[in-house]
């Protein structure tokens, strides 16, 4: 029976997939979306790699029991060890990491820069990505925030806690880009596009790469080609769950500009 109707599934640490969520609302607005956040354990980026493979695949046996058709690994830390949860899903994954490094290899640039949490950062995932792509050119430079995914998932919409997000935006980029002198910057941490407006103010010249837009366009390519998409002509649905609290999600899903909420609902968490 075809898997057409079937719900694409989203998973992250917390919120930062809502900036994945709406770019496939905005490509495929007729797809059902599942989407998990885990916001008993975020950040996961200051977690061992054991544990982050535990708690990736709790989450993508709760994607299995639902039947998704497609997985996106909307968090760019599990996108790091995805080879390790892989097995846990018996649909195609499609994750953040290498959606941005096949961004990036579309671009005539030399330097680029890469923001990420400190798991991301310490794996040396990004530049292993990026350079196997394009082996004789470009320079990759990281750098492991330790508390920015934190400070965007409990902030947004608050103007101190924003002053806080640009506080450490300064301390975390301005390296790269007014001294290193970065040409463009991968947002190697879904939550970060989020706050794409503040990273636009504080650094006007900067180009930005947001690998959601990247996986969108990877997952329509694939319902496609695999004749999969959902052509009902009724707009689709979003249920999300979360190991955190509901109702910060569901204030955060406003925020974001998602559509088509239909639930938040409540899940409980591993225990690590
Ligand atoms: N949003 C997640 C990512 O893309 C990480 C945030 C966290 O540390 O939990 O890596």
């Known amino acids: 029976m075809s898997r057409r109707n079937n719900p694409v599934g989203i998973l992250d640490s ?17 797809e059902d979306i599942i989407y998990f956040g885990d916001g008993a354990h975020i950040p996961y980026g200051n977690h061992s790699e054991q544990i982050i493979v535990a708690m990736a695949r709790y ?38 990491v290498q959606a941005g490094a096949d961004a990036v290899s579309g671009l005539n640039v030399e330097k680029v820069g890469v923001i990420s949490t400190v798991f991301t950062h310490n794996s040396r995932c990004y530049p292993q990505r990026i350079q196997e792509k394009n082996p004789q050119k470009m320079v990759v430079l990281s750098c492991g925030c330790p508390d920015l995914a934190r400070l965007v998932e409990h902030n947004l919409g608050n103007p101190e806690g924003m002053a806080e997000v640009e506080e450490n935006l300064h301390k975390e980029l301005d390296h790269m880009v007014l001294v290193d002198r970065i040409q463009c910057c991968v947002l190697g941490c879904t939550h970060y596009p989020l706050v794409m407006d503040s990273i636009r103010k504080l650094y006007p010249d900067l180009s930005l790469i947001d690998p959601a837009q990247q996986m ?42 998602l559509e088509r909420v239909e639930v938040v609902t409540p899940y409980p968490a591993m225990e690590i």
Do not use: W
């Open 216 to 257: 969108a366009l990877e997952l329509k390519g694939y319902l496609e080609r695999e004749k999969l998409e959902r052509n009902s002509g009724v707009p689709g649905r979003l249920s999300i769950y979360t190991t955190g609290d509901v109702a910060e999600y569901a204030l955060r899903a406003q925020q974001t500009g």
């Open 14 to 30: 917390g919120i930062g997939g809502f900036s994945v969520v709406k770019q496939v609302q905005h490509l495929l607005p007729e």
């Open 59 to 96: 989450m993508f046996e709760f994607m299995e029991r639902r039947q998704v058709k497609a997985l996106l690994v909307a968090c760019n830390t599990i996108s790091c060890v995805v080879d390790q949860c892989r097995d846990a899903v018996s649909c195609p994954t499609i994750n953040a």
